[in-house]
C-alpha cells in the first residue's frame, strides 16, 4: 500500500480525546483500586438478592469475620446502642473467654504480602471491662508472616462514645498470599470494636492500589469519568450513588450495596448470585475521584443522576415538580461548588475541610448516565431543567448528555434529534455519550461511522469495547483480535475528531475471579496487574495523539478493502507526523509511506508495532480460594523498530502500528 500523506490540516484533536471511564463493577473499587486490604471494615455489610423491581438486602454485618483460630472461645456479635458513626450504627463486641483469641478476616481472596513493606493498620475499640493487649497478626496454615502488639491504653484519641483509636505498623517478614489478618486479645474481657482498616505502606497518597495506579498513570488519559455507569442511578433510587455520603472521615461514610451484586439473578440462584456481598464503603469517594484526576493529570468528569433508578432494572424516578427532584438538580450545583468554589463557601470548606483548599478546577459534567427518553421516562426535560439551573450559575461548564445505552435504535435516533433541534442554544451540550459494546467484525465494518455526522453537535463515545465473547469472569473475552478491531475503530474517531470530542474504553478493571462484565481493559488480582491487548492500544492512542489531523486523499475507503485502517496526524510541538494503522490481515503487509514536500526533512520514523503474544494463557495461583489454574488475558507484544521513511515498511500480520517520523 502506498499511503499519500498531505501536509494540508484537517480535524483539530482535542488533547484530552482519549480518556478513562471508571465503574465500580468487577470489584474495582472495593477490592481494587483502593488500597483498603479488609473486608466489610464497618461491621456493615449487607446481602442483596432479588430482581427487577423486586430487590430487597439483609444485614450480614459478619460477613468476612470469624473466631481466630477456628475454634477460639470467643464470642462474636455485631450489636448497636453506642456506635462509632450514627450514619454505619453497627459494630462488634467480642467476649474473650480465655487469653490469646481473636477473630480475623481474609479480605478478597486472602491477604497478600511483600517481603519488607509496611503496613498500616488503624481501628476502634472501647474496652468495656478489658485491660490486655491487642496483637495484630497475618498468618497462614499456623505461620506468622507479620505481627505487632499495642497496649490498650496506647490510644492517639477518643470520642465522645469512649471508642479509641489505635494506630499499629505490621512489618512484613516474609511475602504470602492467601492468608489472614487476625486481631488477637491476650487476656479475657469484653471489648467492641469498630472501622479494622488496613492499608498497604505504598498506597499512592494513602488511598490508592500502587499498581494500579501506575496502570492508570501510564496511560496518560486525558480524562476520567466516574464512578459510573449504572450504580449512579443504582436498581433503586434508595441504592443510587450518593457522593455526598462519601465527602466525610472514612468511618462516616455510610456503606451501600452494590448495584452490579445482583447482576445476573435468576430462578436457578433464588435471586441471590456468587456477588451478594458486593458492597460499597464508598472509601473511594468523589473527593478521592478529583484526587486521582488531579494525581494523573486527567479532567474530571463526575455523571449526575437525573432522579431514574437505573432504566434496564426499574421505572423507579422521582416527579419533576417533587422537592426530590430539585434536590437531585441541587446536588449537581453543590458538587460544582465542591470542586471549585472558595473556602469560603459551604462545600468549598468542605473540599479544604478534607485536604484540598485549593479548587480542583471542574470543567466537565454529566447528564445522567445512559439515559432514554419513553413515554413515562421525562429524560429530555430533565436534561433541560439541569442544564438552566447549572448555566444559570455556571455558565463555563461543559454538559454531558445520553444517547442511551446504543446506537441503533429508535431511542438513539431520539435523543440525536433533541440534541440537534437545541445544538443553536450556546453552550446547551457539549458532547453527547454513546455507548457500544459489539462484536470486532462490527467495528470494522464501520470505520466510517462518523463520516456523515453533523458537525454542529459533539461525540463523546464514553463506552466502547470489542466483545469476541462475553459473560462473568471471562478473562479470556479480552483477545488481540478484539483490541486490533477496537484499534481500527479509533482511526476513524480520530480522523473525525472535529466531531469525536472524547472517548473511552469500558469497562476499565476487572479482579480475577471477582467479574461480573468481560472484557474489560486491565485485570488483576492481590499482587499482580494484567494489562490487556486493548489496554496497549488505548495508550499507543492516548500518548501518541497530534494537534490535527491530516489529508491523505480519502484513501482510507480503498485501504480499508485490503484489511488496513488507519488515521494520520501532525503534532506541532514536536514536528511530528504520527501514523496509525492497523493490518487485520494474517499475512504481513508492506506500506510506503508518500509525505507531502513539507514533511520530505522527515527522513527517519521510529515505530512500536502491537501483535499477540506466544505466551501461556493459564497461570497457577495461590489466594484464599486454594491453589487453582486460571485463565488470563491473551497477552500482546510490543515491539519497537525504525528506519528510512523512504523505504518500504512492513506491517507484521494481525498488528497495530504506530509511526513516528
Known sequence: MELKISATRRAKIQPDMIGLFFEDINYAADGGLYAEMIENRSFEFVRAGGDAKDYYFEYDGLYGWNPFPADAAITLRTVEGSPLSEENPHYLRAVVHRADVGFC????????????????????????????????????????????????????????????????????????????????????????????????????????????????????????????????????????????????????????????????????????????????????????????????????????????????????????????????????LDLIEFANGGTDTKWGAVREKMGHPEPFGLTLLGIGNEQWQTERADFFERYTAFEQAIHDQYPSIRLIGSAGPDITSARYTAAWDFYHKNADKENFVYAVDEHYYVKPEWLYEHVNFYDDYPRNVKVFSGEYAAHPKSGMNRPDANTVEGALAEAAFLTNLERNADVVVMASYAPLFARLDYTQWSPDMIWFDETKVYPTASYYVQQLYSCNMGDVTLDTKEQEKEAAKEGLYYSVSYCEKEDKVIVKIVNANGEAKPLRLLPDKEFLSHSHYHAKALTAAVDCQTEMAQSGMGTQSRLLPEKASISDFEGSVTEEIILPPKSFTVLRF
Request: hydrophobic fraction near 35%.
Open 105 to 332: 478476616n481474609q479480605g478478597y481472596s486472602g491477604i497478600a504480602l511483600k517481603q519488607g513493606m509496611d503496613y498500616h493498620i488503624t481501628f476502634f475499640a472501647r474496652c468495656v471491662s478489658y485491660h490486655g493487649s491487642f496483637r495484630a497478626e497475618i498468618s497462614k496454615n499456623g505461620k506468622c508472616y507479620a505481627s505487632t502488639e499495642i497496649s490498650c491504653e496506647d490510644h492517639t484519641e477518643e470520642t465522645y462514645n469512649y471508642f479509641r483509636k489505635y494506630h499499629l505498623t505490621l512489618h512484613a517478614n516474609e511475602s504470602v498470599t492467601g492468608a489472614v489478618f487476625a486481631l488477637i486479645l491476650t487476656e479475657p474481657g469484653t471489648i467492641e470494636f469498630d472501622f479494622i482498616s488496613m492499608f498497604p505502606a505504598d498506597a499512592v497518597a494513602g488511598i490508592f492500589r500502587k499498581d494500579l495506579f501506575d496502570a492508570l498513570n501510564d496511560l496518560k488519559p486525558g480524562f476520567l469519568r466516574f464512578p459510573g455507569g449504572c450504580i449512579v442511578e443504582g436498581n433503586t433510587l434508595s441504592n443510587r450513588y450518593r457522593y455526598k455520603d462519601s465527602l466525610t472521615e472514612a468511618w462516616n461514610r455510610k456503606n451501600n450495596w452494590n448495584r452490579w451484586a445482583v447482576h445476573e439473578n435468576s430462578n436457578e440462584n433464588d435471586f441471590c448470585g456468587k456477588y451478594s456481598h458486593y458492597n460499597q464503603t464508598l472509601g473511594l469517594g468523589y473527593y478521592e475521584y478529583f484526587l486521582l484526576c488531579e494525581l494523573i493529570g486527567a479532567k474530571a468528569l463526575p455523571v449526575m443522576n437525573v432522579g431514574f433508578a437505573c432504566q434496564y432494572q426499574s421505572t423507579e424516578q422521582v416527579a419533576m415538580d417533587s422537592p426530590e427532584f430539585k434536590q437531585f438538580v441541587q446536588d449537581a
